[in-house]
Each structure stands twice: as C-alpha cells, then as structure tokens.
C-alpha cells in the first residue's frame, strides 16, 4: 500500500527535465533567438529554391528566388518599383493614421465608462462584420477613382477592430490601481491620463501592429480594382500579361516592407514601454 502510494506521488511531483527549447513562458538565450529567427526566413526560401530547380513546375508558374530578385532588379532600375512602393505606403499610412486618430480615443473611453460602451458596441458590433472590400462599389460612386477611396477603405477596415482591441486592453486596467488613485485624492481626469492610459500603451500599440498587416491587404485590394499606380496594380497588370516573377516580386515587397513595419513597432513598444519586459 505505501509502495503504491509513493509510486502515484512519484508520478504526480515528477520533476521536468529542464529543456531551453520548450521551456513555457520562458526567455530563450539571444542568440538561439536569433538562430531560430534567421532559419525561419531562410528554410522557406530553400525549399522554394528546391521545388524549381527540380522542374516538376513550369518556370513559367514557378519561378526560382534568382528570377524573383532580377525581376525585383529591373522593376527597380526601371523607376517602376519605387513609385509603386510610394503609393501604396502613403495609402496605407493615411487610412491607418485616420483609423488609429478616431480608435484610440474611442476605445479608450469605450473600455472606461460602460455608458460610452452601452451606446457605441452595438453598432461597431454590426458594422466590424461587413467586409470592407463590399465598401467599395460605394466608395467609388461617391468619391471616384481618386486616393480618397482608397484611403477610406483602408480606414473602414481597420477602425473598428483597432477600437474593439484597445476596449479590451483597458478591461484588463486592475480595478485596484483605479480604487488607490481614488483614494489618494484622484480624480476622474487623472485616472484616465495618468492611470489607465499609460497601462494600456502596450496594448495600443499590439493592436496597432496588428491590424497594420490587415491595412496591408486592404490596399492591396483597393489597387487591384482602381488604381495606376501601387505594388496591388502592380501585381494585377503581371498576372494579366503572366509574369509569374514580377507577381512574385511584388509579394515579396510587400512582405519585407511588413516585416520593417512590424519591427518598427515593436522597437517603439521597447522604447516607449520598458516596464513590460519585467
């Protein structure tokens, strides 16, 4: 009886064999962070180079990593690849700013006083469920074909998610932080800016980084339907006359360009926000 007891106590308290790959919510070294990192960029790029130099696929539809740069060289040396780049980022950091103009704000205050969230959740609740690419044939009756529309859709897609996310962040402000402002003479105003604020800038600033990728798709389709100029106009003009590396190109782009954005971001969370490294 006491043997089979210890033996059930022994599987029940076993200890785990320490292991620096599957540690849970624990730091890695920097530099197997930084390994795991570069091999994750490199290992897709490796089978893609393995899978065309194999030819079971057509060039034509599968291009090797090589064709891709060259291609991504002569739409560069054309002058055609950096007034594509232009547009789409100042379509998309416009939308984007608009969208981040109006959501913090609303957020915020949507995730501080329940008489704000009773009167606006309802509607961004129906409105964050219709797609905004179905916003199009309006936009385009009332603004034209100009950058407005553009613009706006990209604003339309992402202001309602921005605003949902940041609402959340403030629910999880600890209602003991608020009640020891309170107590300490505070007031509404300083509860807001000197509490809840600057508890939710992490939170701002994820969901902002988040939805920045969704900024992305949105432009992309908005220049496939209406545009000249734009890496989406880009990318529709090669799949029309089939070049399957400007097309490839075109995606890597917008994929590097990502990866900056989001590294930018997450710089400015180390820099603004140091406290949530601890």
């Given at each position: 009886?006491?043997?089979?007891?210890?033996?059930?106590?022994?599987?029940?308290?076993?200890?785990?064999?320490?292991?620096?790959?599957?540690?849970?919510?624990?730091?890695?070294?920097?530099?197997?962070?930084?390994?795991?990192?570069?091999?994750?960029?490199?290992?897709?790029?490796?089978?893609?180079?393995?899978?065309?130099?194999?030819?079971?696929?057509?060039?034509?539809?599968?291009?090797?990593?090589?064709?891709?740069?060259?291609?991504?060289?002569?739409?560069?040396s054309a002058d055609i690849l950096?007034?594509?780049?232009?547009?789409?980022?100042?379509?998309?950091?416009?939308?984007?700013?608009?969208?981040?103009?109006?959501?913090?704000?609303?957020?915020?205050?949507?995730?501080?006083f329940a008489s704000i969230r009773?009167?606006?959740?309802?509607?961004?609740?129906?409105?964050?469920?219709?797609?905004?690419?179905?916003?199009i044939p309006l936009l385009i009756?009332?603004?034209?074909?100009?950058?407005?529309?553009?613009?706006?859709?990209?604003?339309?897609?992402?202001?309602?998610?921005?605003?949902?996310?940041?609402?959340?962040?403030?629910?999880?402000?600890?209602?003991?932080?608020?009640?020891?402002?309170?107590?300490?003479?505070?007031?509404?105003?300083?509860?807001?800016?000197?509490?809840?604020?600057?508890?939710?800038?992490?939170?701002?600033?994820?969901?902002?980084?988040?939805?920045?990728?969704?900024?992305?798709?949105?432009?992309?389709?908005?220049?496939?339907?209406?545009?000249?100029?734009?890496?989406?106009?880009?990318?529709?003009?090669?799949?029309?006359?089939?070049?399957?590396?400007?097309?490839?190109?075109?995606?890597?782009?917008?994929?590097?360009?990502?990866?900056?954005?989001?590294?930018?971001?997450?710089?400015?969370?180390?820099?603004?926000?140091?406290?949530?490294?601890?």
């Open positions: 009886m006491k043997e089979t007891h210890r033996s059930s106590w022994s599987e029940d308290h076993r200890i785990l064999t320490p292991n620096l790959f599957w540690s849970i919510r624990e730091e890695i070294p920097r530099s197997l962070n930084w390994q795991l990192m570069a091999a994750s960029m490199l290992l897709p790029v490796l089978v893609w180079a393995f899978i065309s130099s194999l030819g079971v696929v057509e060039p034509l539809f599968l291009p090797s990593p090589i064709e891709v740069v060259q291609a991504i060289g002569r739409l560069w950096q007034k594509d780049i232009a547009y789409s980022i100042f379509r998309v950091f416009s939308g984007f700013a608009l969208a981040v103009l109006i959501s913090v704000p609303l957020g915020v205050l949507m995730g501080t009773a009167m606006m959740e309802p509607a961004i609740a129906i409105l964050r469920y219709m797609p905004a690419p179905a916003f009756l009332y603004f034209g074909l100009g950058e407005v529309p553009k613009v706006l859709l990209i604003f339309i897609g992402t202001l309602f998610f921005n605003t949902l996310m940041i609402m959340d962040a403030v629910k999880f402000v600890p209602k003991e932080l608020i009640e020891t402002t309170y107590t300490l003479g505070g007031n509404r105003k300083q509860v807001l800016l000197k509490v809840i604020l600057p508890h939710v800038l992490p939170g701002i600033l994820d969901a902002s980084r988040v939805n920045m990728a969704a900024s992305w798709n949105l432009v992309i389709v908005a220049e496939l339907v209406a545009a000249t100029e734009g890496l989406g106009r880009r990318i529709s003009v090669a799949q029309r006359f089939l070049r399957t590396d400007e097309i490839f190109a075109g995606l890597l782009v917008i994929g590097l360009i990502g990866l900056a954005i989001d590294l930018l971001f997450r710089l400015a969370l180390k820099l603004c926000c140091s406290w949530t490294e601890d």
